[in-house]
């Protein structure tokens, strides 16, 4: 889902705002009640998601901030879609005049569109005075408003607070800038395949199109402005594919430098981008296996595209006993489910829908997929474990106890915890494509370990 924050202006000219407004309160109200954006956005008409997912983007990275706002200002909790509503509209009231990322409308075209949005979602007439008059006491009371809630953790940074005390916690030095990374949209980066072209020759094609680009890693352009994927030459034949630049590091961190890779097991593997990875790198036998039967066909299809083989199955990847032919793996790639929290600049509702629990649920899964793995790796192989993490309980910590676990386990060079968006974690060692200026808006926030299992 490429982030389509600025495409607020992209909607047809027949779409009201307050149609807008309207979805992306129901979007806003989806997340609270417990369900995934993604999965709510595929029911939001197709005509209105790209202008609805941008305010929903907007008002999701404002959530904490309008939360607070609207618990000032009603006596009593509206019913959900009118604090949906409220809390979009005051986000866009909040909106960074000088950011060309956030959608920005005049304080009175909002205070009407706000109104009129109450009757597309069908609310009785006498709540609308009540979101008029918290409206326009927001636009008089701003910053009276503002400076109360920057004294909130939640309304301050905008994630829940049990999440800012764990970024705090595991990154004392870096915790603010990882919260505010999370809140600024995330670029579109490509992988050139390089089983079709080389980066230089795409992006030259990138150039005589008029598309900004700049190269990040060994493979990747980071696109100046996001667009549909139907609009990059060559896509539907397998030219590029999109994927972080975080993410573009893990098969060279698995193949470089190893010998005598053939067979791969990638364990967690839809919707398949690091296996396609993989497979434009080296010659080589990968099965690659998700425990979800739709996701996995996700991988098949991705492969199709690129043109590329591998041996796809839907299964449990921790119970190896189910799908192992019992040939050890060269080497292994373990790209682990995870909380996300690395990935929020992207996934905005991530913060909203995690509970606290859900991490040590996820550190223990991780585990027994860890324990489950490494018997099937050959001794000189390489197991590489990732997860899109920011938490220190999902990667070192994980790894530190797998270590003590495991006295034929050693460690090789590897980027260990990457941070959202910090400068200088991003790779721009190659620039002599002489295209772009190489400023990267850096990477998302991952983890990366590679383990090695002695030779005999
Ligand atoms: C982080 S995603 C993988 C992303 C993928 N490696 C890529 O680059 O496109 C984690 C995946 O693990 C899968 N998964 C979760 N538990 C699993 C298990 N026990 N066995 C196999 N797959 C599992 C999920 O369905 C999800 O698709």
């Known amino acids: 889902m490429p982030d389509s924050s600025a495409a607020a202006d992209k909607t047809p000219h027949n779409v009201s705002l307050a149609e807008q407004l309207a979805w992306a309160s129901r979007m806003v109200q989806a997340v609270q009640a417990g369900r995934s954006l993604t999965e709510a956005l595929g029911q939001t008409p197709s005509r209105l998601r790209p202008g609805v997912q941008a305010l929903t983007f907007h008002a999701l990275r404002h959530l904490g901030l309008t939360q607070a706002i609207v618990g000032r200002l009603s006596r009593r909790s509206p019913a959900p879609p009118v604090k949906a509503l409220l809390q979009v509209a005051i986000s866009l009231l909040w909106a960074d005049p000088s950011s060309s990322e956030s959608p920005r409308y005049a304080a009175h075209t909002l205070v ?70 999370d809140r600024v ?13 080389t980066r230089a020759a795409y992006s030259a094609q990138l150039a005589a199109m008029g598309i900004d680009a700049c190269p990040v890693g060994d493979v990747g352009l980071e696109l100046a402005h996001a667009l549909p994927v139907e609009q990059l030459p060559g896509w539907q034949e397998g030219a590029v594919s999109v994927q ?14 190893a010998s005598g890779v053939r067979r791969v097991l990638d364990a967690c593997a839809a919707p398949g981008g690091k296996t396609a990875h993989l497979l434009e790198r080296a010659d080589l036998e990968v099965l690659a296996i998700d425990q979800d039967p739709a996701r ?38 373990l790209d682990a489910p995870c909380t996300a929290s690395g990935i929020v600049r992207r996934h905005p509702d991530v913060p909203w829908l995690r509970r606290p629990g859900d991490v040590e649920q996820l550190v223990q899964q991780q585990a027994r997929l860890l324990n489950a793995l490494w018997p099937l790796l050959r001794p000189g192989g390489r197991l590489l474990y990732a997860t899109c993490s920011v938490f220190k309980a999902e990667g070192s910590e994980q790894i530190l106890a797998f270590l003590a676990t495991h006295a034929d386990a050693r460690t090789l060079p590897a980027p260990g915890h990457l941070l959202p968006g910090l400068a200088g974690q991003t790779d721009t060692r190659e620039p002599a494509d002489g295209i772009g200026d190489n400023a990267t808006r850096g990477t998302d926030g991952f983890f990366y370990a590679l383990l090695v299992k002695p030779a005999a």
């Open 244 to 257: 972080d630049t975080a993410a573009q590091m893990a098969a060279p961190l698995l193949l470089d430098g």
């Open 296 to 333: 996995a066909q996700r991988i098949r299809d991705n492969l199709a595209r690129l043109r590329l083989e591998a041996t796809v199955m839907a299964a449990d990847a921790g119970q190896p006993h189910s799908w192992w032919d019992g040939k050890p793996f060269d080497a292994i790639l």
């Open 185 to 197: 949209p995330a670029p579109m980066v490509l992988r050139v395949n390089a089983r079709r072209q």
């Open 112 to 181: 009407d569109q706000a109104v009129t949005a109450l009757k597309v979602l069908k609310q009785p007439v006498v709540v609308a005075g009540f979101v008029n008059a918290c409206l326009r006491r927001c636009i008089r009371e701003r910053q009276a408003l503002n400076d109360w809630a920057n004294e909130q953790t939640e309304a301050r940074w905008n994630h829940p607070a049990w999440w800012v005390e764990r970024v705090r916690s595991d990154h004392p030095d870096h915790w603010q800038a990882v919260l505010e990374a």
